[in-house]
């Protein structure tokens, strides 16, 4: 099994920058693919952003291309999203998830993972 412990969520205004982090233990190994979804009431959880844990592939969603980067310390164990110009519509609770194995199904597809963070809340004001 893998843990997904995120932090650095918080309320920033239009513009603004903010880095989350997503510290994963036990299995690691077994984490093929992880990735950032984000999630407004009412609403089912969107695919932000993925990457392979080697860190040689990324992916991310039209909203975020240009603003976003993700990235993966190996050493660390830790996924990082770094936001950057943040609009009013990037505001939600993002949770980080991980897969087993990229087998072949859609990364953007929330039920396909097999593990989940306890979520982050970002507010970003205008």
């Known amino acids: 099994q893998v843990q997904l412990v995120e932090s650095g969520g918080g309320l920033v205004q239009a513009g603004d920058s903010l880095r989350l982090s997503c510290v994963a233990s036990g299995r690691t190994a077994g984490a093929s693919f992880l990735a950032w979804f984000r999630q407004v009431p009412g609403n089912d959880r969107d695919f932000v952003s993925g990457i392979t844990r080697s860190g040689g592939i990324t992916t991310y969603a039209d909203s975020v291309k240009g603003r976003f980067s993700i990235s993966y310390d190996n050493t660390q164990n830790t996924m990082y999203l770094q936001m950057n110009g943040l609009k009013p519509e990037d505001t939600g609770v993002y949770f980080c998830?991980?897969?087993?194995?990229?087998?072949?199904?859609?990364?953007?597809?929330?039920?396909?993972?097999?593990?989940w963070g306890q979520g982050a809340q970002v507010s970003v004001s205008s």
């Open positions: 998830a991980a897969l087993r194995s990229l087998r072949s199904i859609d990364v953007r597809a929330p039920t396909s993972y097999d593990f």
